[in-house]
């Protein structure tokens, strides 16, 4: 009987240990990180406590993390109830010096590699905003997408059309290898950091149901990618938009967005066909 008991009660032992092993056992950052994408791309403004409770656990876990993704989801949610467009050109009151870039991001060539009219309209907004701020760069950005022309890229095509335009190639920077706005982000800041240390801010051109995901996933970029070099971050400090006259983009697609950032690609694929598995509120 008394053995019986022992074990009984080193069972029970077991079962507590376990069970307090369990109980306090910590999630990875990654983790966590994807269930903040997942919540506020679901349920969006109805998920802000819920984001600020995952921002609270991912601190306990990595507070560098935390501290980026903290700037990356406040960032997310102004931009997506607050964000200005400026349609055609940039603003007044940005930098006149040549520390700002102005960003304009490519759109699929034909298939004989020559730009559609949405590229060419983004271009004329870029080249307006280029001649208000005559010292600021402009990066072309995006890589070969021409089904029947392996040997033009949206970049090159773009960058000759300015200078054709009257910009001076020297202003010129660009990015021709990315195949999406993520590889856009990426890329975009390894040139800037690499050979225009100087500049720290730049302006999104694009067309305008493109400025929102465009911005977000810029933003995220540069945050990580800074903070992996320990670096000083660029600041995205306004945009300029081409009028396409289309719906806006799935507002879920800028957390599929942030997943492929974060290395999850098929998340992020899941995200975007919408067979994900919804998070509970």
Request: glycine share 4%; proline share 1%.
């Given at each position: 009987m008394k053995k019986?008991?022992?074990?009984?009660?080193?069972?029970?032992?077991?079962?507590?240990?376990?069970?307090?092993?369990?109980?306090?056992?910590?999630r990875n950052a990654k983790e966590i990180?994807?269930?903040?994408?997942?919540y506020y791309g679901t349920y969006e403004s109805k998920s802000k406590d819920k984001v600020n409770d995952l921002l609270e656990e991912l601190e306990d876990v990595d507070s560098s993390k935390a501290k980026q993704w903290d700037e990356i989801?406040?960032?997310?949610?102004?931009?997506?109830?607050?964000?200005?467009?400026?349609?055609?050109?940039?603003?007044?009151?940005?930098?006149?010096?040549d520390k700002l870039c102005i960003v304009v991001l490519g759109y699929q060539l034909n298939d004989d590699g020559t730009m559609q009219d949405?590229?060419?309209g983004r271009l004329k907004v870029a080249l307006d905003s280029a001649n208000k701020y005559p010292n600021a760069y402009v990066a072309c950005t995006g890589g070969g997408t021409a089904k029947d022309n392996s040997n033009v890229t949206e970049a090159d095509?773009?960058?000759?059309?300015?200078?054709?335009?009257?910009?001076?190639?020297?202003?010129?920077?660009?990015?021709?290898?990315?195949?999406?706005?993520?590889?856009?982000?990426?890329?975009?800041?390894?040139i800037?950091?690499?050979?225009?240390?100087?500049?720290?801010?730049?302006?999104?051109?694009?067309?305008?149901?493109?400025?929102?995901?465009?911005?977000?996933?810029?933003?995220?970029?540069?945050?990580?990618s800074a903070a992996k070099n320990n670096d000083k971050s660029i600041q995205i400090v306004s945009n300029a938009a081409y009028q396409a006259h289309k719906d806006s983009e799935p507002f879920l697609w800028q957390a599929g967005g942030l997943c492929e950032i974060l290395g999850d690609v098929k998340l992020a694929n899941k995200i975007y066909d919408e067979k994900y598995t919804k998070p509970k509120l």
């Amino acid at each position: 009987m008394k053995k019986i008991y022992k074990l009984l009660i080193c069972v029970l032992v077991l079962t507590m240990i376990t069970g307090c092993s369990q109980a306090t056992s910590k999630r990875n950052a990654k983790e966590i990180i994807e269930d903040m994408i997942l919540y506020y791309g679901t349920y969006e403004s109805k998920s802000k406590d819920k984001v600020n409770d995952l921002l609270e656990e991912l601190e306990d876990v990595d507070s560098s993390k935390a501290k980026q993704w903290d700037e990356i989801m406040k960032y997310w949610q102004t931009n997506h109830e607050k964000l200005e467009i400026n349609n055609d050109v940039l603003p007044d009151g940005l930098d006149k010096s040549d520390k700002l870039c102005i960003v304009v991001l490519g759109y699929q060539l034909n298939d004989d590699g020559t730009m559609q009219d949405e590229l060419i309209g983004r271009l004329k907004v870029a080249l307006d905003s280029a001649n208000k701020y005559p010292n600021a760069y402009v990066a072309c950005t995006g890589g070969g997408t021409a089904k029947d022309n392996s040997n033009v890229t949206e970049a090159d095509q773009m960058a000759q059309w300015l200078i054709d335009n009257g910009l001076n190639k020297d202003r010129l920077i660009i990015e021709n290898k990315s195949s999406s706005t993520v590889e856009n982000a990426k890329f975009t800041y390894n040139i800037l950091r690499k050979k225009y240390q100087d500049i720290d801010k730049i302006a999104i051109v694009t067309s305008d149901y493109h400025i929102e995901r465009g911005s977000l996933l810029y933003k995220a970029q540069l945050v990580l990618s800074a903070a992996k070099n320990n670096d000083k971050s660029i600041q995205i400090v306004s945009n300029a938009a081409y009028q396409a006259h289309k719906d806006s983009e799935p507002f879920l697609w800028q957390a599929g967005g942030l997943c492929e950032i974060l290395g999850d690609v098929k998340l992020a694929n899941k995200i975007y066909d919408e067979k994900y598995t919804k998070p509970k509120l």
